[in-house]
C-alpha cells in the first residue's frame, strides 16, 4: 500500500503531480469524454493559480465555487489552495435564499461561476462580487473567463516560473455549509489537517489500485464526495463525470466504472425499479426473477449453492449490468440505508460498504469496508477517531478530522464541542460486540408524541417510501396524539400515465381508487410491525413538487422537516382536526 507523507492540500497537490495517467479526469463535451491527464491538470492548476493571483486573490480570501461538479471544479479549486485562499463550495442546485446567506456570511470575494442563468438569483448587495466564468462569456468589470485568463496564467509562468504554496496544516483549507434541514446553514470551518487525516485513515482501510476507474455522480459541494475524490486524486486513478444526475443510468454502462460513491436513495431507486420491472416480465421470466429477487434479500446466504449459482447466471448478473458489470465497491453515505437494500445489492454481487459521518468531522467517522463489512451497521471507526457513547446513547466523536468551529457562531461552537474536545454529533448509536458503529436515528428525528412515546421518523419514512407511488415520506409526530405522514409521489408513475391520457392530471391520476388502496395497503402492512404509539394513523398525498430549489430537500436530499412542517401546517393540523 502507498504511503503518504503530505500534510497539507498543497501537498497533496505537489503529490498528485508525481503520478502519471493520461486519462486521469474525463468529462463530456458532445456527448463523448474529453480526458485530462495528470500533467495537464499540474499545467493547468499551476497557470490558474498564477492567474488568480496577478487578479488580487491573496492568502485568506474565501473563494466561491458555484457549479456542477467536473474536471474544471477541481483545478480551480487546487489553484484556490496554491494561492492560500479558502474555498467555500456552494451547490449548483441552491435555493437562492441559502445562496445569498453564505455569501454574505462567508465574505466572499470572488466566485468560481459555471451557470449564467443562476447570475439572476445574486442579490445586488453582493454585487462587489468579482466572477470567473466557465462556458460564458460576460464582457463587463468584475467578469473574468476561466479560459482567458489560463492563458495569462501561462504567460506569467513561463516569466516568472511558479512556486508551490506552503500552508499550514492548521490553516483554513474551506468553509463548507451544511445542508440546513433544521434552519440556517452553518458554515463548517474545515483545516488541512483535517481533510489530509481523512485521506491517511481511508487509505489505512482500502487498497486502490490506479487501474480502477470512478464514476463520480455526486456534488462536489458535499463534503462526502468531495474527500472521497480528495482520495480517488491521491491514488492517480481515472475518474469520470456524470454530467447530468438523468444520465447516470447510461454513464455506468458506459464507463463501467469499477467504484462509486452514491447516495441512499439512489439505491432505493434502482431497487424499487428492479422490483417494478419484474411484475411487467412475460409469465415464466417473472416467476424466476421474482423467486430470484425475494432470495437475494436473505441475511447469510450461501452463495456456494446451486440455487444462488442458477439464479446469478439467469438473474443477478442481469442486475449487474445495471451498474456496468464491474463494480466492486460502493460507497453508500449522507444518509441511512435500509439494511434490506444493502442485503439484497451484496447478495447480487454489488459490494457495498456503508459508512457514517458529519461535516463537522470531514466528514468520515466509521466505514466498512473490503474484507470488514457487516451489512446494516457503518462500519467500524476511522484510525485517528475516537468515540463514546453516552448514557442517553448520543455519540460523541474527537480526533484529528475534527472541525475548526462554525464560522461566526462562537457560541453554537461551543455548545457543539465540549472543553475536552468532544463533538456531540446529536446521533443515536450502539456499538455491538464486533466493534461495528450503528446509528439508529437523529436525537432530533426521534418525535415524542403528546403522550409520551417516542417514534423514529427515519425508519419508518424508509418503509413509506418502498412503495412505487411515493418518492419521499414525512412523517409528524412531535408532540401530536399520534403518528401521520406526508406522501410526496413519485412523478415518474403519472408521466408514464399521461402518454396514454394526455388530458390527465396529476391530481386526477393520484385520485384514483387503485392508487390510494395500493398506498393504504403499504401503509397497513408497516404498521402490523410497529408499536401502537407509532402506526400511521392518518395521511395526505401530495403531488406538489418537491425539490432543493423551493428548500423542501437539502442539496444532499434530506428532507427539511422545518421547511415541510411550516409550508404544510394546515394540511397537517387537518389530519387531527378531523379526528378530535
Known amino acids: 500500500m502507498q504511503t503518504y507523507n503530505f500534510k497539507t492540500y498543497s501537498e497533496l497537490f505537489i503529490h498528485i503531480c508525481s503520478l ?31 492567474a488568480l493571483k496577478d487578479m488580487g486573490i491573496k492568502k485568506g480570501d474565501t473563494v466561491g465555487i458555484f457549479a456542477k461538479s467536473s474536471p474544471f471544479w477541481l483545478i480551480f479549486d487546487f489553484a484556490i489552495h496554491e494561492v492560500g485562499a479558502i474555498s467555500v463550495p456552494i451547490f449548483a442546485n441552491i435555493s437562492s435564499e441559502n445562496l445569498n446567506f453564505e455569501i454574505k456570511d462567508s465574505a466572499m ?16 448587495k453582493n454585487s462587489h462580487l468579482t466572477f470567473i466564468t466557465h462556458n460564458f462569456c460576460i464582457k463587463e468589470p468584475n467578469f473574468y473567463n476561466f479560459d482567458e485568463i489560463l492563458v495569462i496564467g501561462k504567460q506569467i509562468c513561463d516569466s516568472t516560473g511558479f512556486t508551490p504554496f506552503e500552508a499550514n496544516p492548521d490553516d483554513i483549507f474551506s468553509i463548507i455549509y451544511t445542508s440546513g434541514n433544521t434552519g440556517t446553514p452553518k458554515g463548517v470551518m474545515l483545516s488541512h489537517k483535517n481533510i489530509v487525516s481523512q485521506l491517511h485513515d481511508i487509505n489505512k482501510l482500502i487498497d486502490l489500485p490506479q487501474s480502477e476507474v470512478a464514476l463520480s455522480l455526486l456534488p462536489l459541494a458535499h463534503i462526502f464526495e468531495r474527500t472521497v475524490m480528495s482520495y480517488y486524486l491521491s491514488r492517480g486513478i481515472s475518474i469520470y463525470f456524470v454530467d447530468d444526475i438523468l444520465n ?276 397497513k402492512n408497516i404498521n402490523k410491525n410497529l408499536n401502537q404509539w407509532e402506526k400511521i394513523v392518518d395521511f395526505r398525498v401530495i403531488t406538489n413538487d418537491i425539490s432543493i430549489e423551493t428548500g423542501e430537500l437539502t442539496p444532499s436530499m434530506k428532507i427539511a422537516r422545518n421547511k415541510i412542517e411550516e409550508k404544510y401546517e394546515n394540511i397537517i393540523n387537518s389530519m387531527y382536526e378531523e379526528k378530535k
Open 20 to 50: 502519471e495517467n493520461e486519462y486521469f479526469l474525463n468529462y463530456l463535451s458532445n456527448e463523448k469524454y474529453t480526458n485530462i491527464s495528470t500533467s495537464d491538470f499540474k499545467n493547468k492548476v499551476i497557470c490558474l493559480s498564477l
Open 109 to 124: 470575494k470572488y466566485m468560481f461561476i459555471d451557470s449564467q442563468e443562476r447570475l439572476k438569483d445574486i442579490e445586488e
Open 248 to 523: 447516470v443510468a447510461n454513464l455506468m454502462k458506459v464507463v463501467k466504472p469499477t467504484i462509486m460513491t452514491v447516495v441512499p436513495r439512489l439505491l432505493e431507486k434502482i431497487f424499487n425499479k428492479i422490483k417494478a420491472q419484474i411484475l411487467e416480465k412475460p409469465f415464466f421470466c417473472k416467476v424466476i426473477a421474482s423467486l430470484a429477487f425475494s432470495y437475494a434479500l436473505k441475511e447469510n446466504l450461501n452463495k456456494s449453492s446451486i440455487l444462488f449459482k442458477i439464479y446469478d447466471k439467469l438473474v443477478y448478473s442481469k442486475f449487474r449490468e445495471i451498474f456496468g458489470s464491474r463494480v466492486e465497491k460502493l460507497v453508500s453515505g449522507g444518509a441511512p440505508l435500509s439494511k434490506e437494500i444493502a442485503i439484497f445489492f451484496v447478495n447480487i454481487g454489488i459490494p457495498v460498504y456503508q459508512g457514517y459521518g458529519l461535516t463537522e468531522f470531514s466528514p468520515v467517522i466509521s466505514t466498512n469496508y473490503p474484507n470488514a463489512n457487516k451489512v446494516g451497521s457503518c462500519g467500524k471507526v476511522i484510525p485517528s477517531a475516537q468515540i463514546k457513547i453516552t448514557q442517553d446513547n448520543e455519540l460523541f466523536v474527537r480526533g484529528d478530522s475534527l472541525m475548526i468551529g462554525y464560522l461566526n457562531q462562537e457560541e453554537l461552537t461551543a455548545k457543539t464541542i465540549d472543553k475536552d474536545g468532544w463533538l456531540h454529533t446529536g446521533d443515536v448509536a450502539y456499538l455491538d460486540e464486533d466493534g461495528y458503529l450503528y446509528i439508529k436515528s437523529r436525537v432530533k428525528e426521534i418525535f415524542k408524541t403528546s403522550t409520551g412515546e417516542y417514534v423514529n421518523a427515519i425508519f419508518i419514512e424508509q418503509q413509506l417510501s418502498k412503495n412505487k407511488y411515493i418518492e419521499f415520506a414525512v412523517v409528524i409526530a412531535q408532540n401530536k396524539k399520534y403518528t401521520t405522514a406526508l406522501l410526496f409521489v413519485d412523478k415518474e408513475k403519472y408521466n408514464l400515465a399521461k402518454k396514454v391520457n394526455n388530458n390527465l392530471t396529476i391530481e386526477e391520476y393520484y385520485k384514483r381508487s387503485d392508487i390510494i388502496e395500493a398506498i393504504s395497503k403499504h401503509i
